[in-house]
């Protein structure tokens, strides 16, 4: 017993000693999606497929029949320039006076060319005098004739032909090139002229003050085209000047 007693009494219990842990330093991982944010390469995929995107969409095609129409249209007035006061759609123009009213010329009557002379036909006997008073009232300075055995029929001598009234017709025809070339014209879809179509292009292309490259590329391509419509238009307009000056 006493052994026991004396053995127990032997064994004491042995403190725990505590050992600090060192603390451990810890970076913070937290970072904004800026700073964490690769920087794209200048030229890389996306900024070609950005300038792509943001290249202004113009229908060259579309433009080209719209430049075209611009040079029919004016042919048009160049081929009744040349013909000058003998193209029998002179008369069409005017506005007569009826009983019933003001009517458009090519609804009383019809005009022919024969010879030396204009040759009116009026549908009607009774605006006969009506289309006589719009012809004098006009500023063609021509004279219609009654013919005497037909009251439906009226002759009108052509003018002679001077240097002056060539000289006039060109410039009455100049007047037209220049509208056609440089004049106003509507704006959008409904352009008219080369300066109006070339405007409507121009605010589709340019969006901004400074071009971006995309779209300098599509405006210098639209020059180009603009310039050969313009080089067309001024030999319509120089042809039919020599023609007239004959």
Known sequence: MFRSLIFRSTIRAVPKRVFPIAAIPTRSFHASFVSLKKKGKKGSAKDVEEEVTDA????????????????????????EAKLGKTNPQIFDHLQVETADGEAVFTSVAQ???????????VFDPANTKHVV??????????????????????????????????????????????????????????????????????????KKKKLTDAETKVWTEYEKLHKSFTEKLGEVFKTAEAAMMK
Do not use: C, W
Not at 111 to 121: D, M, S
């Open 133 to 206: 008073n719009a012809v004098l009232a006009s500023d063609l300075n021509m004279n219609p004739i009654a013919d005497p055995s037909n009251k439906q029929m009226l002759k009108v001598p052509l003018p002679p032909v001077t240097t002056e009234s060539k000289k006039e017709n060109v410039k009455h025809l100049k007047t037209i090139y220049e509208k056609y070339r440089n004049g106003p014209g509507g704006s959008g879809k409904h352009a008219s002229t080369l300066a109006a179509i070339r405007a409507d292009v121009k605010s589709k292309v340019a």
């Open 56 to 79: 202004p969409q113009i229908d060259m095609d579309e433009v080209t029949k719209r430049l075209q129409s611009v040079i029919d249209k004016f042919a048009k007035h160049a081929n």
């Open 111 to 121: 005009t022919a060319l024969k010879g030396r002379n204009f040759i009116i036909t």
